[in-house]
């Protein structure tokens, strides 16, 4: 028992003993560094009644084989990012489709810290639309949807494959926003 006792005592001595007292520095404050390709855009034009431009870094492509054509999703892989896209045909319903659109957009509400909504209208091609950039931690960050008002409904998310952490994501958000932008300037039905 009286050997027990001294290896214990030892072994707490050397820990003791091997303890430096290293003083804390903290590290420099760092950023997380993101190289953001040129903007440079191509037309999609396929058997949908829609056509418009998308950047060279990002592809149109169909994700779910149980949804129509012409619901597709624009995927951002350097991003991790995707907007899904979803077309309707009107019927007399373009009230119900855009409040069931907003509705679904403020569901958002809970978890967002602001909810900026713009307007866009582009009479020589019949592009009316409303587009919300949801601020904060949530799973959408940004919401679109055109209408001519009389046949056609196209609507946009953009989500990312990643825990929604919006300090974090801000500025990837900030580029492909200008890239939804451009997608809105762009639209034309062909039809």
Known sequence: MKCLNSIAFLLIISLIMSCENNKYHPKPKSYLRIDFPEKSYYEI?????????????SAWVKN??????????IIFPSFKAEILC???????NVIE????FRKMVYEHSF?????VERFWENDSNK???????????????YA??????????????LLFQTAPK??????????????????????????
Do not use: R
Request: charged share 20%; net charge negative.
């Open 45 to 57: 034009n396929d058997s949908c009644p829609f056509n418009f431009k998308i950047p060279d870094y």
């Open 64 to 73: 779910f084989n149980s949804v129509k054509n012409c619901n597709k999703t």
């Open 86 to 92: 979803d077309y309707l045909t009107l019927d007399n």
């Open 97 to 100: 489709l855009s409040e069931s």
């Open 111 to 115: 978890k967002s810290s602001a909810i």
């Open 127 to 141: 592009v009316y639309g409303i587009a919300y950039e949801i601020k904060g931690n949530t799973a959408c960050n």
């Open 144 to 157: 679109f949807a055109l209408t001519d008002s009389n046949k056609h409904f196209f609507s946009g998310q």
């Open 166 to 191: 919006y300090d974090s994501l801000k500025p990837s958000i900030a580029f492909i926003k200008k890239d939804i932008e451009a997608i809105i300037a762009s639209f034309e039905w062909s039809n």
